[in-house]
Nanobody, 125 residues
Framework: QVQLVESGGGLVQAGGSLRLSCAPS????????MGWFRQAPGKEREFVAS????????AYADSVKGRSTISRDNAKNTVYLEMTSLKAEDTAVYYC??????????????????WGQGTQVTVSS
């Protein structure tokens, strides 16, 4: 079992930026495909970004492409999601997820094996 510990959420003004962090407790982050998903009230959980186990492939949802960056720091055993130009519609609970299988299925929520507890991001307009 991989426990994912997220941090970095909070209240941000529209147009601002934030960085979310996620670390797999007791496990090596580079052993997994890592992803970020989000869920707004009354909506389904949706894909935001993913970084492959290799660290060289990344994928983003169209809604955040160009203003989000997913990265990984192997020395700190942490994956990050940086978001800029935040909008009110970015308000959601953000979840970190880990995929422990061969291949890379960045946006398939069912292909992720482990999930964090979520961190709230609220963008005020």
């Amino acid at each position: 079992q991989v426990q994912l510990v997220e941090s970095g959420g909070g209240l941000v003004q529209a147009g601002g930026s934030l960085r979310l962090s996620c670390a797999p407790s007791g496990h090596t982050v580079s052993a997994y495909t890592m992803g970020w998903f989000r869920q707004a009230p009354g909506k389904e959980r949706e894909f935001v970004a993913s970084i492959a186990r290799s660290g060289t492939s990344r994928a983003y949802a169209d809604s955040v492409k160009g203003r989000s960056t997913i990265s990984r720091d192997n020395a700190k055993n942490t994956v990050y999601l940086e978001m800029t130009s935040l909008k009110a519609e970015d308000t959601a609970v953000y979840y970190c997820a880990a995929q422990d299988r061969s291949g890379w299925y960045p946006s398939r929520i069912g292909e992720y094996d482990f999930w964090g507890q979520g961190t709230q991001v609220t963008v005020s307009s």
